[in-house]
């Protein structure tokens, strides 16, 4: 009976630690605190900002195209208002992550803000993909703080939630498009200010009454801005490209 009773007596003192520690782990919701308290945005009005984007069209050509982000009163929404495009997950992907890197940036609460993101003039679908993340962040970032964009300034490359901007393709025919829209820098992703192509060379030789011919390529290393003529800067993440932008 005493060995019942001292074991009834365990189990009690074990299940009052477990509460305890439960009701000490608690927090009520009007006690619970936050990891960040971003400041409140003092909106009374719609703001736009600018940006041109390079991209690359079907018969890869690089084209220069406008992205708008416009900011107004709301509940925290993003809206995209692109006209005649099946608007690619992967490009609607790249907005909600901007949007997260620009509020890490800003400190800023946009649960009252709606974002709203469209392009002018252009196919939309050349823009598909995430290679223009780092470029609508870079036009979040403006929007929220109030700033203008340097036009004199372009930049390619997708986005990452930690800020950091990743590789992406057709840099060379970007550089062109952002040299036509009148830009003298050309931002791009660390490590692609250079390019490798592989150049074919052929050889022929005659024997008898036949031409054998063989084709070997060589390996060639091309400077991105000696080739187009235009300043190009590997930035790692978007802290870095938002000077040449005039955000920092």
Do not use: H
């Not at 939309?124 to 993340?133: L, T």
């Amino acid at each position: 009976m005493r060995e019942k009773r001292k074991e009834i007596s365990l189990i009690g003192a074990v299940l009052l630690i477990a509460l305890v520690f439960v009701t000490s782990r608690f927090v009520w919701p009007n006690e619970r605190k936050t990891v960040e308290n971003f400041p409140t945005l003092n909106l009374s009005e719609e703001k736009v900002v600018k940006i041109y984007i390079p991209a690359v069209d079907s018969e890869g050509r690089g084209i220069a195209t406008v992205l708008k982000v416009s900011m107004k009163p709301g509940d925290g929404k993003v809206l995209v208002d692109i006209n005649n495009i099946l608007f690619w997950l992967d490009t609607q992907q790249s907005i909600q992550t901007a949007k997260k890197v620009a509020q890490e940036v800003t400190k800023a609460d946009l649960s009252k803000i709606d974002l709203i993101y469209s392009l002018e003039n252009v196919n939309a679908s050349v823009v598909e993909g995430p290679s223009a993340g780092a470029a609508i962040a870079i036009a979040t970032i403006a929007v929220i703080k109030g700033k203008e964009i340097n036009s004199k300034v372009m930049i390619t490359g997708t986005i990452n939630p930690d800020g950091t901007i990743g590789p992406v393709g057709g840099i060379i025919p970007k550089a062109q498009a952002a040299k036509d829209a009148g830009a003298t820098t050309f931002l791009v992703p660390s490590g692609q200010g250079t390019q490798v192509n592989y150049i074919p060379e052929e050889k022929c030789e005659q024997i008898g009454y036949f031409t054998f011919c063989t084709t070997t390529y060589k390996r060639k290393i091309e400077n991105v801005g000696k080739s187009v003529g235009i300043e190009v800067v590997e930035v790692k993440n978007i802290w870095e490209a938002m000077k040449y932008f005039g955000l920092s």
